[in-house]
């Protein structure tokens, strides 16, 4: 315990006095110091892809086993609903990471190189770099194949490679799912016999927790991007054992879920070669969900290493940690697998995010158990860092601080939620309704208080005709256009259509032939 001489604590006593006495006498940052604020607190900001709500705090499957994410939505506050910009990784993280919306950049996909779209952003990492944050990170923050050197101060493995090598099997081939045409070739799953350890997730969780073992002589934004449960869901065996195959409950789903939805969602569901029809004729359901469950462990287990490191370093009480994952994922509901879909269990993601209790403008206890109903978005996350680690604000983002809501998570919140898939396609989710647009002009509305697995399409029922106008008024007005990009295609990828009339001459030129 640290001594004061006399003369120092006859100093701070008297300063106290005259920030309570005298608050005008006396600057923010010396009354910030009697009281014990942080000024500019750490942040620990962790990425898990494709994360869904198969999580003990959001419920979404029964067997699922979390511990740590369950510890962190005790210690902070949870956003149970909150929604991604986009179902891709790549505007997904990019909306999030420069504050911009998908509809305001032209970033829809990802096919496009999001620094070719905007040159200029200022990303969240280079935010706190400007203002006095050493900036770093590993693993997955930024889309696959595009990091951002120009973001971070140091990254591992490099600033040109964000993610180290992981276990995947020779090139075309894989371990329990059959290929065809167009597939994914990292869609598969199955034990590895290596150790935590040797896994690429696990040498990116340990060199974020060598920086947080260290000394540093400025405040830190320090990210870390844990890939799984990103397929393919190759994980040690030790996290499949928790699940036995025998044991597997599969996702709720209603047979003839697709009927009551237009063209265009039922091609979207089958998307890239109909994924759902070859993993239930390969007898591959059970073992797909035992994968994802084990590669949601597996994170988690190294999630719980970072939040014990954190708790054992001097840096315990002045650092925010953000958890988030960038899209949610399906595993057959809607007959639909992987993102790039517009329902529910496609589009929500996974917030957590812990307060130091002294950061500025919160008060004491405000942060800590809450659980968040209200809707809210990735795009918030930006807002929100800012204003906690007491940045200036940044003009021409989008989103909105979510400091209101860690005060008071039941506070009234107006804000929906509005997703983009590809261009010309959006969703929008109030607390209690989802509705769609698609680039057919095709809609979906569900009524998520009787109806949260979305089974039951409303929007061509005479009677929510007015709920359905008021959705729609939410609706970017004048989107930006799909901006082009150099990027190769991908067969496993449908190209993202320019406009309306493309959709409809590709449809008819189709139908001709």
């Known amino acids: 315990m640290a001594v004061l001489n006399r003369r120092d604590f006859i100093k701070t006593i008297g300063l106290g006095a005259a920030a309570f006495a005298f608050p005008g006498c006396v600057s923010e940052k010396e009354k910030n110091k009697v009281t014990g604020i942080v000024e500019n607190p750490n942040v620990l900001f962790i990425s898990i892809d494709d994360l869904n709500d198969w999580i003990e705090p959001l419920g979404g499957h029964p067997q699922a086993r979390t511990p740590n994410l369950k510890r962190l939505a005790r210690q902070g506050v949870n956003f149970t609903n909150c ?21 305001n950049s032209g970033l829809y996909s990802n096919y496009q190189v999001w620094r070719e779209v ?44 964000h993610m180290p090598n992981y276990f995947r099997p020779k090139r ?51 990210a870390c991007g844990i ?22 409950k599969l996702p709720k789903v209603l047979e003839n879920d697709l009927d ?32 994802y469950l084990a590669s949601i462990a597996f994170a988690d287990a190294l999630l719980g290493n970072l939040l014990d490191t954190l708790e054992r370093s001097p840096y315990a009480q002045n650092t925010v940690v953000v958890v988030w994952s960038d899209h949610g994922w399906q595993l057959g509901e809607k007959e639909h697998w992987r993102k790039f879909a517009l329902w529910e269990n496609v589009v929500r993601c996974v917030l957590m995010i812990k307060v130091p209790e002294k950061t500025i403008g919160l008060p004491k ?12 978005s990735l795009l918030d996350i930006y807002p929100t860092l ?18 209101p809501l860690l005060k008071n998570p039941r506070k009234e919140w107006p804000y929906p939620a509005i997703t983009t898939y590809d261009f010309s396609e959006y969703s929008v989710r109030t607390e209690r309704w989802r509705y769609t647009r698609y680039i057919d002009d095709s809609e ?37 256009p799909l901006m082009e990009t150099s990027y190769k295609l991908m067969p496993h990828h449908l190209p993202p259509y320019k406009s309306k009339e493309e959709y409809f001459a590709k449809k008819k030129a189709k139908r001709k032939k």
Request: overall charge negative.
């Open 83 to 103: 929604f991604c910009a986009s179902p891709a990784c790549n505007p997904s993280r990019t909306a999030l990471l420069t504050g911009i919306h998908t509809y």
């Open 118 to 161: 905007l040159p200029d952003a200022l990303t969240l990492p280079q935010y706190f770099s400007k203002h006095g944050y050493w900036s770093a990170g590993a693993g997955k923050i930024f889309h696959n194949n595009m990091p951002d050197p120009r973001s971070w101060d140091d990254y591992y493995p490099s600033k040109e490679k």
């Open 172 to 222: 075309g081939e894989t371990v329990n799912m059959p290929n065809f045409p167009n597939m994914y070739g990292d869609f598969d799953w199955s034990p590895i016999e290596i150790p935590d350890e040797q896994t690429g997730d696990y040498k990116s969780v340990d060199w974020v927790i060598s920086q947080l073992q260290k000394e540093h002589s400025k405040p830190f934004f320090l």
């Open 227 to 248: 890939y799984r449960p990103h397929v393919p869901w190759y994980v040690p065996q030790k996290y499949f054992d928790m699940f036995p195959l025998k044991t597997i």
């Open 260 to 291: 009551d939805v237009g063209e265009r969602a039922r091609e979207i569901a089958s998307r890239g070669g109909n994924y759902h029809k070859h993993v239930v004729e390969a007898g591959q359901w059970e073992k797909a969900a035992q994968g």
């Open 365 to 376: 206890g405000s942060t800590t158990g809450g659980r968040c109903d209200r809707i809210t």
């Open 386 to 403: 800012i204003e906690l680690c007491g940045l200036p604000q940044k003009q021409g983002i989008d989103g909105h601080s979510l400091v």
């Open 444 to 480: 979906e509305l569900y009524d998520h208080r009787n109806d949260p697995e979305e089974w039951t399409n409303l929007a061509y029922k005479p009677e929510y005709m007015k709920i359905k106008k008021q959705m729609a008024q939410y609706l970017p007005r004048d989107p930006a």
